[in-house]
Antibody, heavy 117, light 107 residues
Framework: EVQLVESGGGLVQPGRSLKLSCAAS????????MAWVCQAPTKGLEWVAS????????YYRDSVKGRFTISRDNAKNTLYLQMDSLRSEDTATYYC??????????WGQGTLVTVSS | NIVMTQSPKSMSISVGDRVTMNCKAS??????IAWYQQKPGQSPKLLIY???NRYNGVPDRFTGSGYGTDFTLTINSVQAEDAAFYYC?????????FGAGTKLELK
């Protein structure tokens, strides 16, 4: 069974950093692209970042370029999102997702990030 | 960047009805569209990829169609468990933009 389990969320002050993790199991992690998607409270889905199978190609939405870094460790079956210079508007639930057919086929349960002083 | 516009924002439907919701891309995205369902308190689930391909285990009452800039998700004979938000997404090329969603409520 495919499982994606996010961790690392919490309350953080504006301007500080946070690193999210997504532990994958039930599939060959290294064979699939991965992504992070966020959802602010009561709002819709927003794609945040994506990474290729080997990690050599990364893509970001404009609002996080230069502040967030997506990475992966295929030996540990884990996806990461390093979030720096956090802003209040980054407050959201962050989901990791695995890519099939260029779509986000499997999703974790999400981890909540709250940016507030 | 391509903008994905969904309509209507919400709809109220009776069980057994047929429902159609729309997704319009601001530029040609060919068939590079996915549809997702999200129920309250749950993670999204992939329904349709490449505009018209039903994902594993998705009931055949869900049908996707369209090409270019105009796309449609149709649910035949809506069931109570279909009450949810539905999102379209541009896929294949970054940015992988989502639409704002359509809320489907059951009367």
């Amino acid at each position: 069974e495919v499982q994606l389990v996010e961790s690392g969320g919490g309350l953080v002050q504006p301007g500080r950093s946070l690193k999210l993790s997504c532990a994958a199991s039930g599939f060959t992690f290294s064979n699939y692209g991965m992504a992070w998607v966020c959802q602010a409270p009561t709002k819709g889905l927003e794609w945040v970042a994506s990474i290729s199978t080997g990690g050599g190609n990364t893509y970001y939405r404009d609002s996080v370029k230069g502040r967030f870094t997506i990475s992966r460790d295929n030996a540990k079956n884990t996806l990461y999102l390093q979030m720096d210079s956090l802003r209040s508007e980054d407050t959201a639930t962050y989901y990791c997702a695995s890519v099939r057919y260029n779509s986000f086929a499997y999703w974790g349960q999400g981890t909540l990030v709250t940016v507030s002083s | 960047n391509i903008v994905m516009t969904q309509s209507p924002k919400s709809m109220s439907i009776s069980v057994g009805d047929r429902v159609t919701m729309n997704c319009k891309a601001s530029q040609n995205v060919y068939n590079n569209i996915a549809w997702y369902q999200q129920k309250p308190g749950q993670s999204p689930k992939l329904l349709i990829y490449y505009a018209s391909n039903r994902y594993n285990g998705v009931p055949d009452r869900f049908t996707g169609s369209g090409y270019g800039t105009d796309f449609t998700l149709t649910i035949n004979s809506v069931q109570a468990e279909d009450a949810a938000f539905y999102y379209c997404q541009r896929i294949y090329n970054s940015p992988y933009t989502f639409g704002a969603g359509t809320k489907l409520e059951l009367k």
